[in-house]
């Protein structure tokens, strides 16, 4: 799992200085920012996950590794969106994201700022604290999920 999350917060930092260019600029083809933002919430959703036996109790509480997860998943949750640029429709979103684009955009920002509450919960390294703070996470993905997300 170390190696793992190494090799992704290595991805996540060569690709950050890609994130200020337009999306427009960033892909060749639409398809291309189609791929980048299904594997970007894919290895959201593993680091995420990861924590979840631990969240249900079904896992013990390793503070350490929690905090890992979360800190990867801080850089994680700001890549896709710069891969929903004009011109990259397609995939598992709907069109609603392109006409609503307001509310797509502070549905982005409420998962952002609860991952980096879930970032304070982690580093007081109170379970209860991360709890909560993984519900308000996974709300926030739901939330995005229902309204923009093909089924």
């Known amino acids: 799992m170390k190696k793992l999350s190494a090799i992704a917060a290595l991805v996540c930092t060569s690709l950050a200085p890609l994130m200020i ?10 398809e291309d920012a189609v791929k980048y933002r299904e594997a970007s919430f894919k290895l ?16 013990p509480y390793d503070a350490a590794q929690i905090k890992a997860n979360v800190d990867v998943l801080k850089t994680l ?8 640029g004009p011109g990259t429709e397609g995939g598992d979103a ?3 994201i ?18 980096n509450k879930l970032s ?11 709890r909560a703070a993984f519900g308000d996470v996974g709300a926030s993905c739901k939330a995005c999920h229902d309204a ?3 089924k």
């Not at 260019?21 to 639409?30: E, G, R, S, V």
């Not at 959703?45 to 969240?55: D, E, I, K, L, Y």
Request: hydrophobic residues 45%; glycine residues 4%.
């Open 21 to 30: 260019a337009p999306a427009h600029a960033q892909f060749a083809k639409a």
């Open 44 to 59: 959201i959703a593993s680091h995420f996950g990861r924590m979840q036996p631990v969240v249900r109790g079904q896992a």
């Open 77 to 84: 949750a700001t890549l896709p969106w710069a891969a929903f």
């Open 94 to 96: 709907k069109p609603e």
């Open 98 to 115: 392109w006409s609503n684009a307001d509310d797509f955009k502070a549905k982005q920002q409420r998962l952002i700022d609860n991952v």
């Open 120 to 130: 304070v919960a982690a580093d007081a390294g109170d379970l209860d604290k991360v």
């Open 148 to 150: 923009y997300r093909k």
